[in-house]
């Protein structure tokens, strides 16, 4: 048996687009000799047919804070993301092979994912950088703006409005280097590294830098050269890739009406510096074109079962490295350049440490390709699935809405539609405690941070609600019974030594409130590592062990009593003290029943 612990069905939030997966096609040519590509009229015939496919993403700045209020427009559909930067949009109308989402606020220079959409939920995550000027030109002078990195754009003075006419003033110029050594860049540069070139064929790209500019006007419109015009362009080519980098590199411009790269010029190698001259504005990527072959690789356990949600990352010594994260059939397809033996890497995530779970050689491959990788047994990864039910505040099931955990610094996304959701992730061993807040875009209410154990392979948290107005509560299910919600008149305490002298101790209760249920809640702790997992609590007077107990209001008996509780959070006076509970128990008629719970409630005392 595998030691890397396994659930069915796993469907994991990622906020990383997956490899483009796209291939060339190709004929034999007249009379043999070398294989002519075959080039579509338009290049959209490449993108094939309109199909409907649902997006879930998050958006977020360089700090990776959610930024709210952000316009996502996918075809002709738009959303907003709401406070944790979520957006969710059903049923959006793009192509079997190619999905462009567009994210614009202002303040914010433009930002975009594209992706070959999935059946399912297709999760993206965008980087928007801030739309910082750099420097302030005026029309009618030839100047040059230099970033700190040496980056620079110079302008002969004229430009344009959007509607052609002239502009004359001062122009502020926002401008960015993205740099590919850089492990935010997939996430800030525009749709994916998927190009046309200049014969109209598709191409993925390796990129050697991009420079973002967007120009201004003292009224805020935007602008751009003015036909005729031209601008010389400088980036600085990052010190690990000037090894790969030629004396002359194709210019490549992200078209962002229709989600993708065109090839347009050229720059040349000056120093450490690419230097080229461009007539209009957008991002410009200085890249190296792969003729490829598309690979599958399929990861399994020991066992030969599937692995999903692991991050495979592979290296060329030519064009880099290119990542992709495996799906619920742990497989992940994409583009490698051909006739190149490769370097496979698979990872969990950062919060486990940054060393592969496996690596090998693969190749070099000449045509299209399917490999089985076989991840060997890691002790130290476990697998998990959260599942539950999220309830309107009137005890509803959300039928538009997400639930999002939380685990070290990554947050994992499910959206729910019919009050239910499932959210798989990888942990470690030695770090068994997660977040989980909900969203209910529907009443435009949400839940607050509630915190739990995992308890693997499976930790079901019972019921969470949005009720954004409630700030505490008492929430348990009894036999998959109607969720009992506890939140008025609850009074939770804590005391360094208790009346019976059993040490540090907390009781919750709830009682005289117009809902008509009472709860109480007693907890012997250890001193001094507070936080933890219990059993139950013998309440006799007597026992001396640490604990929790449910008093009579529930019928619970000591008898047969195997309730599990953990405390994850107890904070000062004003602050959160948050338990979770579940297992089976006796009630004092003798009869077995099975409950979840989750206590959030204030600390009075």
Known sequence: MSNIKKFPNLILMLFFSLITITSCQKDDGNGGGEPQENIPDTFSEYFGNTVSRNFLGNVIDT??????????????????????????????????????????????????????????????????????????????????????????????????????????????????????????????????????NEEGAERMLQTLGMLAVELRGSGGEDLNLAEGSTSEIKMPVDPSLMGIAPSTIPLWYFDEVNGYWKEEGFATLQGNMYVGTVSHFSFWNCDIPAEAITLCVMTTDEDNVPLANLTISITSTTFGTTYGYTNENGEVCGYVPSNESLVLNVYSYDVCGENALHTETIGPFNTDSTITVVVPDNPDIIQETVVGTFNTCDDNAVTDGYVQVTYG???????????????????????????????????????????????????????????????????????????????????????????????????????????????????????????????????????????????????????????????????????????NFSGDYEDYDGISHTITGVVHVVRDN
Do not use: W
């Open 63 to 196: 700090n990776k804070n959610p930024i709210e209020g952000v316009t996502i427009t996918i075809g002709n559909q738009t959303a907003t993301t709401d406070s944790n930067g979520i957006f969710i949009m059903n049923n959006a109308t793009v192509n079997e092979r190619f999905g462009y989402i567009k994210a614009e606020k202002a303040g914010y220079i433009h930002g975009s994912r594209s992706v070959v959409p999935s059946n399912g939920t297709n999760k993206v995550t965008i980087m928007l950088l801030e739309a910082t000027v750099v420097g302030t030109v005026n029309s009618g002078s030839t100047e040059t703006v230099t970033a700190n990195d040496g980056s620079s754009v110079s302008f002969d003075g004229n430009f344009v409005k959007e509607d052609g006419s002239t502009y004359s003033g001062s122009i502020d110029v926002i401008m960015h280097h993205l740099d590919p050594a850089d492990e935010d860049m997939p996430m800030q540069m525009p749709g994916m590294l998927y190009a046309e």
């Open 409 to 579: 610094n990554q947050s994992f996304t499910d959206a729910v539609s019919d009050g239910t959701f499932e959210i798989n992730l990888l942990r470690c061993t030695d770090n068994n405690t997660f977040t989980v807040r909900g969203s209910d875009y529907v009443n435009l209410q949400t839940t607050d941070s509630i915190s739990y154990t995992f308890t693997t392979p499976l930790t079901d948290i019972g019921t969470i609600t949005a009720c954004n107005s409630v700030t505490e509560f008492i929430q348990y299910t009894i036999d998959d019974g109607e969720s009992v919600l506890i939140f008025e008149n609850l009074s939770a305490n804590f005391y360094m030594d208790s009346p019976n002298n059993e040490g540090p101790v907390i009781d919750v209760f709830a009682s005289s409130n117009d809902q008509g249920n009472c709860y109480y809640m007693y907890g012997v702790l250890n001193d001094p590592d507070y936080l933890g997992t219990y059993d139950n609590y013998a309440f006799d007077g007597t026992n001396t062990d640490t604990g929790f107990f449910i008093g009579e209001c529930i019928n619970i008996s000591n008898e047969n009593n195997n309730i599990i509780y953990n405390l994850t959070a107890l904070g000062e006076v004003g602050e959160y003290i948050d338990i």
